[in-house]
């Protein structure tokens, strides 16, 4: 039994990753309570009537259900009845809404929070593809107004800087169409209704595959040379550019004027013109807010959740082939549970994306190790060793104590193995003064206990 | 369906709480790292063979098991198989020792780990009994030595020295003894093996009921006035004082010296001496490294878990009837799943019972605000009240904007409604001077902003 690992596609964390995932958490939430959003949590588990809710089909199939227990069970077993009750949560949405319905009253008209905290999908397990993984949501409760998409994205923004500043993420952008647009679109340019879900799906891998191998599948889709298939060409064509994103960052709607004149009907086209219009504001008030902004608009964007009903965004780390972010509009899910319609907007980050990017980035561990000493023992007296270990605590150092009696060498050798690059070697009390080794260099220095701290905190 | 609420025994966290949960785990954190011990996580499913180990009879009415799916599930019903094949975990320590297993080789010899996080139990719900609680726990595995023992408490009273300090904790004290003293001590005081167990169970509730109470219970147990209920009345009457701990911080064994000389045999006086000598070696050992130390012995003490091989510990609250905390070594359970025998030992935070505790305190809700302003809205371009707001997150201000039209007496109830103290009427960005209601005397001030920033992080 001695191989035995965590469930299949669920991951234990080790210190070093579950510092780097705790520090992550912490970045985010602090840029999230700036905007005045504030964290709830919700139970694992739920009751399956509430993960099911009206027509949940598709999430049934990627639910862990938990078997009943007592005499409920066994009442079950006898009448054949159904044998579970409740499920795993398999994302931190329903959980809200339900949250909302139980919490009427009490949380106010417009409810900002976040929600950080791990979600379960049955999923055949794949690289990058966990049956455990954490979601990291901010959404606004109750705001019908497009100001609430405008607070959203530019807290997003401000996240993805503060990744970027503290954790080097890349160069990053946003995307922001309307969840209304594309199928509009498709109609207006003559594309039949059988044909609209292959062309969303074939522009949702856009992405990830070489623009040949797009014309060729949208060539099995439209007729190559079509009307519709030059039109729908001509957006990809301009939308694709948008990974030069410099240049783009200023992209209006107008841009894409050839390709939206090519709507055959005068009540589609009115219909594009209003989603338009509120895409326009957003993002015009976006970019004064934020002067600094990377919103681009990207008409071709689909964002799979069935739930949207407005403005979607996403944001992409250049390098990397799916989104990182994505969020909109959903005015008609959170109102399901508390019988009314209440409008909403959120944004999810893609925790574990970002996390296996940051991993990626720093192999070497440096970052997300706690800055901690390990102060070797000499004597025979571990008392006195830790009598010397508990004054450096108060002076507010994380210090480890080697508490075997083995020789020296082996204990620089048990720092080195677990990440420490500094040996206490000895501490005098009465001077405050310290002699520690660097290890990386195998160099001793005696220093004031001060000056050691602020080198140990410092850089490490 | 609008009373829907989270299932039985399981609870949602609204801000307030969910923040004063993250702060106390912040707090608790923070102290382990100070002593080498770093995060780890495991999922929270486990393979049912892992969870049931060996005989986990009692353990298996606690689960909660999640069901097969897909082609297995299919294959067991028609086989009549085992329907299920993971399980909740139910705390952190048998995840541990898988963890043990699994990462053997990647983590160093002497372990020193600490893990906070949900566990869940398929207990009857009760008052303060919940069916998903968190845990936190501190464990150092693979060390033999009583250093260890004396590491971890020391490192769990400058625990509790913070949560005083923090949070008002209250009056505390800790208690050890052995696993192994009291049915020592009760066959050496002639109590027949049968009697034991009722004399344990009663002795463990002794915090939580009259001393007459204890005395009417023992005599259904022991015969009145005998030898061994004089000598076991007298342990209890020299324990009970400790509720007047100051009097009795320097507790030693030799003080209980009356009861042990009743111990009539001398092979068992032997082990009773072996396993007060290693007593008296932890609590020496902590009073020099910390002579502040609230460390007493405690000889009739009884902790629940069976895992413990030696040294037990609780700690104890003025006027909470419940320990707050507990652990031990335990060196046969760890090793289980790696096939070896690995030392271990540790300490359980109960997280739950300290937050219960905190939120009685702080009903008010002072403690765990975001210090956090509101802007009002006071003209009908929310764009430009959003740059207001953004410039002030620049500042590192926590601020929300109040985005719809209402008129501002509204506004200010809603603040108030929210635990928002301050509402920034006007921002001067030329000037850098704000405009704020202190809401709670309904008074104006125009101050510089750092001032300002200071008073509302300061004291809010």
């Known amino acids: 039994m001695s191989s035995l690992g965590p469930p299949t596609g669920m991951r234990d964390w080790l210190p070093q990753d579950a ?45 862990f259900k938990v078997l009943k227990r007592g005499e409920k069970l066994d009442e079950a077993r006898k009448s054949g009845g159904d044998l579970t009750d409740y499920g795993l949560r398999f994302d931190l949405t329903v959980p809200l809404a339900r949250f909302v319905a139980t919490h009427q009253g009490k949380i106010p008209k417009v409810f900002r929070r976040y929600h950080i905290g791990p979600v379960w999908r049955a999923d055949r397990p794949q690289k990058g593809r966990f049956r455990e993984f954490y979601q990291c949501d901010m959404d606004v409760v109750g705001g019908a107004s497009s100001a609430y998409e405008v607070e959203i994205i530019t807290a997003t923004e401000r ?56 014309d060729s599948e949208l060539t099995d889709i439209l007729q190559k040379e079509s009307d519709a298939w030059h039109t729908i060409r001509g957006l990809v064509l301009k939308a694709s550019r948008a990974a030069d994103h410099d240049v783009l960052l200023r992209t209006t709607t107008e841009q894409y004027e050839d390709q939206f004149a090519k709507v055959n009907s005068q009540k589609i086209r009115e219909e594009v013109d209003e989603v338009l219009a509120n895409l326009r504001s957003i993002m015009q008030a976006v970019r004064e807010i934020n002067p600094k902004s990377c919103l681009i608009f990207h008409p071709i964007m689909v964002r799979g959740m069935d739930y949207y009903t407005g403005p979607v965004y996403e944001a992409v780390v250049e390098g990397f082939p799916s989104a990182i972010l994505g969020g909109g509009r959903y005015d008609n899910l959170i109102g399901q549970f508390a019988g009314t319609k209440i409008p909403a907007v959120g944004c999810s980050i893609g925790f574990e994306r970002i996390l296996s990017l940051l991993q990626e980035r720093e192999a070497d561990g440096a970052i997300s190790s706690v800055p901690r000493a390990l102060l070797i023992c000499d004597n025979d007296d571990p008392a006195l060793l830790q009598q010397h270990a508990e004054q450096l605590r108060n002076e507010g150092l994380c210090v480890e104590t080697y508490l075997d009696p083995d020789d020296v060498g082996k204990q620089f050798k048990y720092a080195e193995a677990v990440g420490i690059t500094w040996a206490i070697k000895r501490f005098d009390a009465a001077s405050s003064s310290i002699t520690v080794r660097y290890l990386p260099e195998r160099r001793d220095f005696t220093l004031p206990l001060p000056q050691f701290k602020a080198r140990l905190c410092g850089k490490n």
Chains 1, 2 share one sequence.
């Open 19 to 63: 510092l780097l995932r705790h520090r992550l958490m912490e970045s985010i939430s602090s840029v999230y309570r700036l905007y005045g959003y504030l964290p709830i949590d919700t139970p694992a588990m739920e009751d399956l009537a509430v993960l099911l809710g009206k027509g949940g089909g598709e999430n049934e199939k990627l639910l």
């Open 159 to 214: 996240v993805l800087g503060k990744l970027q500043g503290e954790f080097q993420l890349g160069r990053y952008w946003l995307r922001i169409s309307d969840k209304r647009l594309l199928p509009l679109l498709l109609r207006g340019f003559g594309v039949a209704e059988s044909q609209a879900l292959p062309i969303a799906l074939l522009l949702d891998k856009l992405d990830k595959i070489p623009l040949a191998q797009f």
